[in-house]
């Protein structure tokens, strides 16, 4: 009596088990793949970052405000992914509480994450030569030139 009641439960909630494990391996797969987009380590106190991305023309877009009472210059642009780093020279001024967009050509989105090292180096009044570095993850990257 006992076995028939096991095999009665198991063909009874057997559907419910299988689809509990078909949406449990769909939410890992999907999960696994996500990329949380965000940015981290800008510490300094000449800027802000307001936002990035890649526009339809494949220029990575960085919006920047300039968060002192005196103008930065900015000098150069360093990004690095996947070991593969492109620089861009900017020479333009941004005045205090300004914001403007940095961008930059040759890259593209995707479907996995990866991680931008992004260094800015900015002139502060007499203060030259200054770094602003952070990381920026994201599914962006390098176009395959």
Do not use: H
């Not at 981290?40 to 877009?61: E, H, K, L, P, Q």
């Not at 009044?125 to 176009?143: E, N, V």
């Amino acid at each position: 009596m006992k076995g028939q009641s096991a095999v009665e439960y198991l063909t009874t909630y057997s559907w419910m088990i299988l689809a509990v494990a078909v949406v449990a391996g769909v939410a890992y797969t999907n999960i696994e793949n996500s990329c949380t987009t965000s940015s981290s380590d800008f510490y300094t106190d000449s800027m802000a970052i307001n936002g990035f991305g890649v526009d339809n023309s494949d220029n990575f877009v960085l919006d920047i405000q300039n968060t002192r009472y005196q103008d930065i210059r900015f000098n150069k642009i360093n990004i690095t992914v996947n070991d593969r780093t492109e620089n861009k020279t900017l020479g333009y001024n941004l005045s205090s509480s300004q914001s403007t967009e940095i961008s930059m050509s040759g890259f593209e989105t995707g479907t996995g994450c990866n991680t931008l090292e992004i260094n800015i180096d900015y002139d502060l009044g007499r203060l030259q030569g200054q770094q602003a570095t952070g990381i920026i993850r994201a599914p962006i990257s390098f176009k395959n030139t």
